[in-house]
Structures are given as C-alpha cells and as structure tokens.
C-alpha cells in the first residue's frame, strides 16, 4: 500500500511522469542488491491538485503518543520546526489537544498552548511496550515558534498546580484567555494568556439516583457544579498529574459506554462526568462546557466569572434544557430524572446561529440547537441528522466541523479499526430551520456516490441542502489543530 501511495502520489506533486524503477519497485518486496540507478531530483511538494492548493496556511499538529508537535506550511507541504516535550523530562508526554494565539505572520513567528495526558492513558491502544507506570505528565505548555525553532516557554500545570491534560480552546474575542478542560478529572479551567492566572476553574460531579453502574446515568441523578480554589498559603491548586482523576483513562472514542459496563477502573467511576471540552460561543460572550454523560451542555456566562447559565440537553426526547438550580455564590446544581444517551463533540457554526453535539451510542445522531438567541435559555433543538445504518458503537457520527462562511457542516463517521473513517459535507443553506426530527437516510443512502443531485432529494428539502461525499473534510476533521493564515491576505 506504501509503495502504491508514493507510485500514484508523485506525479501529483511533481507533475512528471513515474521512473521506471519506481513502476517496477513500487509496491513490491525484494531483498536483491541495488543496481539500478537512483534518481537523485529536487521535488517541490507545493500541495497543489488539479491548480488548487490549501493557501498561505501554517498546519499545526500533535503527535499524540509521540510525545511532540510539529508545524507545516500547507503552501509548499514542507515542515517549519517541531518539539518533544520528553527534552523537557516528561517521560509521558500525550500530545493531545493545542490551540494557537492568532498571528500577523505564522511563518515568522507564533504561541500556542498545548495540553498532555499521562498516566495509563499510554497503555489504553493495545501498543506493545514495557512500560508498567507510565510518567504521571498531565502538563500544559505554552509553546512559541520563533521563525526558525520551537521552544517551550512554560509549564502552566506547574505554574498553577492545575494539570489538566484535554482540550484547549482559545476566546475568540480577544485571544487574551483559553480554556483547558479534562473530562478525568471534570474540571475546567480558564487562563489568562500572559500571566498564567487562573481566571476561574470549575468543577462537576454526578451523584447518580442509583448506586448501580449499568444505570447510574441513565436512571438520572444530580450534577454538581462546583468553583474551586487554589490553596490560600501555596497560591496553588492541587491537581498536578494524575491527583484527582476519577478514571485511570480517558474515555476513549465511542467509550462512553466502556464507563457504564464497569471497564474503566478508577477512583470515582460513579462520581464521572465526562466534561472534557469547554468551546465558547464566535461573540466571546459565553462558554460552553460538554459534559458526555449527562448527554449535553453547560452554558457559562463569560462576563460574570463564567456562572452557569443553562444546561442543554441534546438527546431527542428529552426537553430542550434542565434548570440550573444556584445553591450559592460558587456552587449549582441540575437534577436529572433520566438521561437517554451520551454524547461526545460540540460546536458553534461561525456565526454563532447554530450549535451541534453528538449524540453517541444509544441515539447515534447529530442534534441542532438554533442558538441565535441572545439569551441561551432560550435556545431550542431544531433537528437531528440521522441515519439508518448509524447504530450501536460502530460506525457513528464522530468529529464535526462548519467551514468558515458557516455554510457547510462537516461529519466525520467513525468506523472500527482498521477501517477508515469516511466524511460527509452537508453543503447548501445548512443555516436555515429544518423540521424535526430531522433524518438523512435518503442522503446518506446516496453518499456512496461522488455527489447526490437535488432532484434524488425528498422534494421537501431539495432546495435546501444536498449531501456529497468529500475528500477536503479531511483536513478540516482534524481537530486537535490549528490553522492560521500565514499572511495577512
């Protein structure tokens, strides 16, 4: 398969014919000495397709158990710098989540914030290794590429005494704080850019209604949502590497159900929340915390200290929010008296009229809230995109992603190892209320197909929406990414 990829790829890069030896050699398995000639040629890997090319783009990724990240010019296809955090004596460095603070010029120069896991989460991919304890790790590092070079600038986990180890995100308003957020430990922080500060952290909890894991969530129960603080003498929280980890491993990709059938170990299985992401709405004006299990949404308000505002629950039967009860200054509650299933990733369309989440495993969807209201207790589920053959672990709605004019919704569908996943773009006037519930099988009976036309559509929705299979989404699935425009233009 390699030597068939570099056969079929070089003409692509290079647009020139393949070398003889690499039609004879490609794909082929010999042990004989080399006689023939080698080639020895210049080739400019400029991503370029048929006169298209990704743009002046600076493609930042992690290496996840590799222990680094490494930058890319997406114009040319070659790599800036990278770094490995194991330099740095972290011998358990999971690079698994960054985001990058916005740039005039990427190429020259830029800071990201990149958070790491630890712990047994290096053993949960059936990898063969020696290891028996792996490193603690759970750091943050804000990192900065100076045009030639990658260096690690701090450890905000070390800073803070907060080691947190998911996912990152940065408010898009004024790019002068982030969120870190781990759905082992269900906390979530928020950091002042340059001085590390933590702004506000916040912690949930379960108490299910019955002690009895195979129920403990879908039986409901009480979510707690706490403030916590640092320790008044230290200055520092108390949560450095894998202190105050419920599970011993993350939930993995379609693993939500891994926590009800008991086969995830940890501390407090029962007290799990699975809040593992906190995105904030395009305005800046709020924040939204995922929490997996209870299948939805807490909404923060970001101009009063990030107090909860709203929970949205995603799962089609269920209404469209439970109250947030305050209990005081710091802490609230939401009881809960069933929940249908879990979820997994949310977002925002670009222009904030729209936010999505998954629904795992159980209703195996996509759900649409319209978010246009500048009140969120007032935001309402619209739609549900379904499909027939969306049903148990595998294959089910994964990763999404809206592009940038919010014109198009990006899903990615997650299949079983070894098989690919395979991604859909919904394009059309996606923004626009469609009836509810709403299904896709038509659509996504067609996908097999480069394309499906508006006439095989319900007639209802022809002029709405069409579906295609596209290979672009592949680049915007990614997402423990960032992009950044490496110019102005």
């Given at each position: 398969m390699v030597g068939e990829a570099v056969t079929l790829g070089y003409p692509m890069v290079t647009g020139q014919s393949i070398p003889a030896q690499g039609l004879q050699r490609g794909g082929t398995t010999y042990t004989e000495a080399q006689r023939h000639p080698i080639d020895r040629e210049f080739v400019n890997p400029k991503a370029d397709v048929g006169g298209r090319n990704f743009g002046s783009w600076v493609l930042l990724m992690p290496t996840k158990l590799g222990g680094g990240?490494?930058?890319?010019?997406?114009?040319?296809?070659?790599?800036?710098?990278?770094?490995?955090?194991?330099?740095?004596?972290?011998?358990?460095?999971?690079?698994?989540?960054?985001?990058?603070?916005?740039?005039?010029?990427?190429?020259?120069?830029?800071?990201?914030?990149?958070?790491?896991?630890?712990?047994?989460?290096?053993?949960?991919?059936?990898?063969?290794?020696?290891?028996?304890?792996?490193?603690?790790?759970?750091?943050?590092?804000?990192?900065?590429?100076?045009?030639?070079?990658?260096?690690?600038?701090?450890?905000?986990?070390?800073?803070?005494?907060?080691?947190?180890?998911?996912?990152?995100?940065?408010?898009?308003k004024t790019a002068e704080r982030y969120f870190v957020t781990d759905g082992q430990k269900d906390i979530a922080a928020c950091f002042d850019r340059r001085t590390s500060r933590v702004i506000a952290a916040i912690k949930y909890d379960w108490v299910p209604n019955v002690r009895n894991l195979a129920e403990g969530w879908q039986k409901g129960g009480t979510l707690k949502i706490s403030r916590i603080y640092p320790d008044p003498k230290t200055g520092?929280?108390?949560?450095?590497?894998?202190?105050?980890?419920?599970?011993?491993?993350?939930?993995?990709?379609?693993?939500?159900?891994?926590?009800?059938?008991?086969?995830?170990?940890?501390?407090?299985?029962?007290?799990?929340?699975?809040?593992?992401g906190t995105i904030w709405h395009p305005s800046g004006r709020w924040a939204s915390t995922v929490v997996r299990l209870c299948g939805g949404q807490v909404i923060l308000d970001a101009e009063k200290n990030f107090e909860p505002v709203a929970f949205l629950q995603f799962n089609k039967d269920a209404p469209n929010q439970y109250p947030i009860k305050k209990i005081d200054n710091d802490h609230w509650e939401v009881t809960f008296d069933k929940i249908f299933s879990p979820g997994h990733e949310v977002g925002f369309s670009p222009d904030g009229r729209f936010l999505c989440m998954m629904n795992n495993l159980r209703e195996n969807n996509c759900s649409v809230f319209d978010s246009s209201d500048p009140d969120p207790r007032n935001w309402k589920k619209i739609a549900h995109i379904e499909d027939p053959l969306w049903r148990g672990k595998y294959p089910n709605p994964f990763h999404m992603v809206f592009s940038i004019d919010s014109s198009k919704l990006y899903l990615s569908i997650l299949h079983p190892s070894p098989a690919s996943k395979r991604k859909f773009r919904a394009s059309g006037r996606i923004c626009k209320p469609w009836p509810s519930p709403m299904t896709a099988n038509t659509w996504w009976a067609c996908s097999a197909a480069s394309s499906v036309s508006p006439a095989a559509l319900p007639s209802s929705m022809s002029r709405r929406t069409s579906w295609s299979v596209s290979g672009r989404a592949m680049a915007a699935t990614t997402t423990a990414s960032s992009f950044q425009p490496s110019s102005n233009t």
């Open positions: 990240t490494y930058a890319v010019n997406l114009e040319t296809g070659r790599a800036l710098a990278w770094i490995s955090y194991w330099n740095y004596g972290d011998y358990n460095p999971i690079s698994h989540h960054l985001c990058a603070f916005p740039s005039a010029d990427p190429a020259k120069g830029f800071e990201w914030i990149n958070s790491t896991q630890g712990g047994k989460n290096a053993l949960i991919y059936g990898i063969p290794t020696d290891i028996e304890t792996p490193g603690e790790g759970f750091n943050i590092y804000r990192v900065r590429y100076d045009g030639a070079q990658m260096e690690l600038m701090e450890n905000v986990a070390e800073s803070t005494g907060l080691g947190l180890g998911v996912h990152v995100t940065i408010d898009p520092k929280y108390d949560y450095l590497g894998t202190k105050g980890q419920k599970i011993e491993w993350e939930m993995v990709p379609m693993g939500e159900l891994f926590v009800e059938e008991g086969t995830i170990p940890g501390d407090d299985v029962h007290g799990l929340c699975g809040a593992d």
